[in-house]
T-cell receptor, first 112, second 115 residues
Framework: QQQVKQSPQSLIVQKGGISIINCAYE??????FPWYQQFPGKGPALLIA?????SEKKEGRFTISFNKSAKQFSLHIMDSQPGDSATYFC???????????FGKGTRLHILP | DGGITQSPKYLFRKEGQNVTLSCEQN?????MYWYRQDPGQGLRLIYY???????QKGDIAEGYSVSREKKESFPLTVTSAQKNPTAFYLC??????????????FGPGTRLTVL
């Protein structure tokens, strides 16, 4: 119930293509869904986040799509660039709990 | 500059030794967290603290201990009871209010290697 399942584990995309990472959850009490980006040897940093009152949130080339009925959400990176090569983590939390449950991560590599 | 600092960046430990990892934040955040990261395992919660002088076990607390004597500081001790301590350790903090509510801010991490 507390898990967040993330796929794929790794992803290779051509420069200019669309990168798509998917996540699924079981706990319907989750009400905050962030995505974190992590470069090698660094701590993760918040990339974009969504709450379940909207189905999509866009910030620049990054978009979260949220499907509440299916309990799924995904990250789309448009016009992927080599600088986007990093590990991406989806996550979920119940605001009352303050703990964040992380997916296992997706290693994204953008080919130049 | 506001942020989270972790020290040291790299730490080497002999088997049987306890070591303490430092985490300090000047963001005036209420909550602080320790995670362990292993390849392919994502981020696993070790301990977290929502207020000074109080903390709770996370999913993998065995072999670790923490203290929260000050709001800004949340050190993690890796004890000799931790069977496989070699990993990348991340500290994070978050606020209970404001526009960044729920967002966890991470430090740069400490890489611990047991020799």
């Amino acid at each position: 119930q507390q898990q967040v399942k993330q796929s794929p584990q790794s992803l290779i995309v051509q420069k200019g293509g669309i990168s798509i990472i998917n996540c699924a959850y079981e706990n319907t009490a989750f009400d905050y869904f962030p995505w974190y980006q992590q470069f090698p040897g660094k701590g993760p940093a918040l990339l974009i986040a969504i709450r379940p009152d909207v189905s999509e949130k866009k910030e620049g080339r990054f978009t979260i799509s949220f499907n509440k009925s299916a309990k799924q959400f995904s990250l789309h990176i448009m016009d992927s660039q080599p600088g986007d090569s990093a590990t991406y983590f989806c996550a979920a939390s119940n605001g009352r709990d303050d703990k964040i449950i992380f997916g296992k991560g997706t290693r994204l590599h953008i080919l130049p | 500059d506001g942020g989270i600092t972790q020290s040291p960046k790299y730490l080497f430990r002999k088997e049987g030794q306890n070591v303490t990892l430092s985490c300090e934040q000047n963001l005036n955040h209420d909550a602080m967290y320790w995670y362990r990261q292993d390849p392919g395992q994502g981020l696993r919660l070790i301990y977290y603290s929502q207020i000074v002088n109080d903390f709770q076990k996370g999913d993998i607390a065995e072999g670790y201990s923490v203290s929260r004597e000050k709001k800004e500081s949340f050190p993690l001790t890796v004890t000799s009871a931790q069977k496989n301590p070699t990993a990348f350790y991340l500290c994070a903090s978050s606020s209970f209010s404001g526009p960044s509510y729920n967002e966890q801010f991470f430090g740069p991490g400490t890489r611990l290697t047991v020799l």
